[in-house]
């Protein structure tokens, strides 16, 4: 694996635009399947995710094009039904492959997801779903088969709002044989994006942003071009990024809607912002104080996804903030990291006490998952001399120029090969 080298005590400066999101592009690439002809994904972020699914995408047979971030996909022919074991196991949103594959072919083989391992991110809502809607599902060694005559229409509540397990039951029910309507969904902006995709490539789905969304089922889809929105989780990096730093960073073509919890947390620490247009301008040169309480919780309240880079500036901050994380059992584990560079972490439970003001000095640290990797790169450029982050891989899956971008504000990055 490679690392890169965060030079520290840097700030940052300037403008840069916001990347496309991962998290819509991933279940929007897999609702491509369900259309036999072309889908046009513009902004597309240029990630390892995303380079994964499209090998699974063409593994079943699509083809697939870029044109810088455009991405063309053509799935009017689909032949495999099975995804490999070691990409699936790359990456959470392979899952997501078994709503749309049951929808257009009425089978799939395929592997326990991987991804962030942030949590036992276990896959029972989904698989309890599609039951209901009446797919057999049997275990083959370490992979899954569902499949179906047909999906039938149910109404079916999920035990608690999960954004994947929603995502699934609407790609599984655009080609459901009655409507479908799923309670208790997730609300996050990833579901809304989702369902104007296919809305745009001719379903018919009402609901999304809410808890109840109905799909009617039975939709002809026709050939379609979408733009991935901006990731509201790079920006909130990049904020953070600013703030660690006591920066002035801008973000040209920030999510506003997406990043109220975010800056409302920012505004505790002393962040400034303003917008114009479309272009966030925070001004971190106030950032002093701890942000007291924050809570992770499902959208609309802090985004878990934060959390880790949230957690590296609290250690800049005085006195104690209190971070409480209630999605995931496991994501704590940059702290044990952000201790050798000098942070004063207590974790109880899943309540993380920070104290600081800390002078955090560089040092070699190991990214574990994609969030807690970027929030290192976060903390190294508030460090005292150059932190150095292994396992720099992970934060590639989620960050597509990340390292670029934090040098044009004036950070001192370098990658090194793993080779080199
Ligand atoms: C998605 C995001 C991830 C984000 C998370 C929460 C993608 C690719 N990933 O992950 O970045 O951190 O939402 O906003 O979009 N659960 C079950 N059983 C299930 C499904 C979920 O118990 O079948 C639990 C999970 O373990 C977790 C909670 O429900 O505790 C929420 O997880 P979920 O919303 O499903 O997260 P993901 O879709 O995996």
Sequence with gaps: MGKILVGGE????????????????????????????????????????????????????????????????????????????????????????MGSMLGRCGRVQIGYPGGCVIGKRPIDYHLKLFADMGAAIERKGRQLVLSCKELKGVRHRFPRPSVGATENGILAAVYARE????????????????????????????????????????????????????????????????????????????PREELDELLKVYEKMGGQFSWNGGTLLTDSRRVRNNVGEVTTAVHPGFPTDLQSPLMAVCCTLEGVSRIRETIFEDRFRVAGQLSRMGARIRIMDNEAMVEGPVRLTGCAVRAQDLRGGAALVVAGLAARGQTVVE??????????????????????????DSKT
Excluded at 392 to 410: A, H, K, T
């Design 391 to 416: 396992c720099q891989e992970y934060i590639e899956r989620g960050y597509e120029s990340f390292y670029e971008e934090i040098n044009l504000l004036g950070g001192r990055i370098v990658k090194i």
């Design 10 to 97: 840097v700030c940052l400066k300037g403008e840069i635009p916001v990347q496309g999101s991962k998290n819509a592009a991933l279940p929007i690439m897999a609702g491509a399947i369900l259309h036999r002809g072309y889908t046009v994904l513009h902004n597309c972020p240029r990630i390892s995710d995303v380079y994964n699914m499209e090998q699974m995408l063409k593994d079943f047979g699509a083809g697939t094009r870029w044109e810088g971030h455009t991405l063309i996909l053509d799935c009017s022919q689909i032949c495999g039904t099975a995804v490999e074991e070691g990409l699936c196991g790359r990456m959470r949103s392979s899952v997501m492959l």
């Design 179 to 254: 409507p479908v309507i799923l309670e208790n969904c997730a609300r996050e902006p990833e579901i809304r994006h989702l369902c104007a995709f296919l809305r745009c490539m001719g379903a018919d789905i009402e609901g999304d942003g809410t808890g109840s969304i109905c799909i009617a089922g039975n939709s002809r889809l026709h050939d379609g071009e979408y733009t991935i929105p901006a990731d509201r989780i790079a920006a909130g990096t990049l904020v953070l990024s600013g703030a660690v730093t006591r920066g002035q960073v801008s973000l040209v073509g920030a």
